[in-house]
Each structure stands twice: as C-alpha cells, then as structure tokens.
C-alpha cells in the first residue's frame, strides 16, 4: 500500500455536491428573511429553528402541528420544469390544516429530497416556500436538502412539509357542532394538492400536450392551469375568528374529498347534507369528470370539486359569519347543514354537481 491513495473516491463522485448545496443556502438566504415576523428572525445556518412565543404575543398557548407533502402534482412541476408555485402547495397543505384547529401558523420547515441537486431549481423550490410563508403569516425557520443518488432518479424530486401554529388556551376547534349548523363553502383555487394521480392519467388519455391550451382556460396551458398553487385561507379566516364568535368548525378539503374530511370534526350522532346543486364548480373540474369519465361520488371523494373549506356555523349566527366572511375578502356559498345521524354514511348528498 502506497503512503497516500492516489485515487481515493470523493464524496461528489459518488453524486453528493455538498459545494451545490452550500451555494444553494447562500441563494436561499435572502428568500427566508423575507417571511421574518413577531416571534422569529427568520435565520438559517444553525442546527435548529428558534421561535418566541411570548414574542408572538401568546399568553397560554397550545402548540398545534401539521405535516404533509403535495404528492404526485410535483411530477407535473418536474417534467414541465415550473418549480416556483409548488412550494406555496406545500405550505398551504401544511398550514391550512392548522387554522382548522383554530390555531395561527407560527413557523414552517421543508425537507427537499432529489437525486442530483440542481441549485437553480432549489432556490425556484424555496421561492415558493417562502411565497406560501408570506401568505400564511408564518416564518420558515429551517429546512433539509437531501441529494440521494440512487434512490430519486436523475431530476426528479420530493417535498415535505412541517407547520408549527399556536392557539390559546379554550379556543380550539372544533366545538359544539349540533345539528341544524350551517355549512358554508369556501372556492378553491382549483384541484390543490390532491389527486393527482388520477388527473395525470386523465391528462394521459386526452392525448393533451403540457404546452397545450388548457380546454378550460384557454389563456393559459395545461401544465400552468393543473399547477395553479392551493389557497392558503389562514389570514381570512383569523380575521373571522378573532371578529367575533359563531363558528363551530373548519374543516379543510384534502384527500378522501367531502366524505372523508367532513366527518373529522363532527360528534358522535351528527351528520351532514350537502346541496349539490349550491356547489360551484369549476370548468377544470367539469374537464375531469367527463374526459377521464369520473363518476360523481368519485369527483367528491377524489377532489375538492370547486370547496377548498367548509365553515360550520351556528344557524343563529350564520348570517354574521358570512359577512365576515366577505368582509375578510371571501365568497362564500351556503351547501348545506348538519343534522342528526343514527348510522350509515354520515355525508348525505342532495341534488347533483353540476360540471
């Protein structure tokens, strides 16, 4: 053996750029500052994220957290390489399932794995991170990179998502939900963040190139359409629950739809009927139920079919929630109301979408 190996293997050789990644927090920096508020200076570097509750103004808080990634709607971002809008998914996922609880997002950590680490694409990836942070109110406190040759091939990559919110004491959701509450919808954006699996293998029997015109909206093209970001409704709705009482529950349309989701915050003995024909849908996801021949019950367990939220209000207070509502800059739409449940499914359905 030779005094020094001459051809010892590097770390890079083997696929891992740790030069790559470093560059990409240099170029990342920037972005994490600007989503600084009460509570958090919004730095990177160290080996953990640091947050003030006491800064933030909370007195007696519940820590409320959420986890979640975008599934397969990131094969879309990656084969058309429009990677600047799915990390607003990823944070909307996370953070929408936090103000459900009643809760305000704190702050927000992302994990980024891919087979070979492409700075430029990182930094589009985190843009949109912190673009989601901003429209939360919440501070990105902290993240991993992990390239892992071998495992993501060549391009491709994963998000995951972690939110930390807060609440204090007594005002968590949900509570008293009773029959005769009203449900009240709020638009989506689109399909979100769920699935994607089915609308790729629609988009796959169209015979419809990404590039092409969406049928739906034709000023834009497919890919652009399907990757319209998820909305984040934490700010409307804190204006809401901080304006005065009446709701009962939120409840955020993810996957498994409305007869999934729904039942999560109801009680034992209490269902809902939802008015389908109140429900309205969006062209996109009219396109989806007819080219990829979807039946309806499929539409309303697979998508959030034009509801990204359902408010369950107080039938006495109603009128007031939705005021504040519009005044929080939401359009809301009455669908329907909880009512007694003695077994069965407890999401009954009246009337028909109308696509």
Request: aromatic share 6%; charged share 20%; with cysteine.
């Amino acid at each position: 053996m030779t005094e020094k190996q001459q051809n010892g293997l590097t770390y890079a050789q083997a696929g891992v750029d740790i030069d790559a990644g470093n560059a990409m927090v240099d170029q990342i920096k920037p972005l994490v500052r600007s989503t600084r508020r009460p509570g958090a200076d919004a730095e990177i570097g160290g080996f953990g994220g640091l947050f003030d509750l006491k800064a933030a103004g909370f007195k007696d808080p519940i820590l409320v957290a959420a986890n979640d990634g975008v599934g397969t709607k990131v094969k879309i971002a990656i084969d058309t390489e429009h990677h600047d809008t799915i990390g607003i998914d990823l944070v909307a996922m996370c953070v929408n399932d936090i103000i459900v609880q009643g809760a305000e997002p704190l702050f927000f950590l992302d994990y980024f794995a891919t087979g070979k680490l492409s700075p430029e694409v990182g930094v589009a990836i985190v843009k949109g991170i912190a673009d989601g942070c901003r429209l939360a109110g919440c501070a990105l406190i902290g993240g991993e990179t992990a390239e892992m040759p071998g495992l993501y091939a060549r391009g491709d990559y994963d998000l995951a998502g972690f939110a930390v919110g807060a609440a204090e004491r007594g005002t968590l959701l949900p509570k008293a939900v009773k029959a005769g509450d009203v449900l009240i919808g709020l638009p989506s954006s689109g399909v979100h963040s769920n699935g994607f699996s089915l609308v790729r293998r629609i988009v796959e029997m169209s015979g419809l190139a990404w590039g092409a015109p969406a049928p739906f909206a034709s000023d834009r093209s497919l890919a652009k359409a399907l990757l319209e970001p998820t909305r984040i409704y934490v700010k409307s709705l804190l204006k809401v629950l901080k304006g005065g009482d009446g709701i009962n529950a939120l409840c955020h349309i993810t996957g498994g739809g409305f007869p999934d989701n729904i039942p999560r915050v109801l009680p034992d003995g209490i269902g809902v009927r939802l008015d389908l024909d109140a429900i309205p849908v969006p062209p996109i996801f009219g396109w989806l139920a007819k080219t990829g021949g979807v039946a309806e019950a499929e539409m309303l367990r697979t998508f959030n079919c034009g509801i990204g939220m359902i408010v369950v209000a107080d039938a006495a207070r109603a009128d007031a929630v939705m005021q504040r509502l519009i005044q929080a800059g939401e359009s809301p739409v009455r669908i329907g109301e909880t009512i007694a449940h003695d077994g069965g499914e407890p999401v009954k359905t009246a009337g028909s979408l109308k696509f």
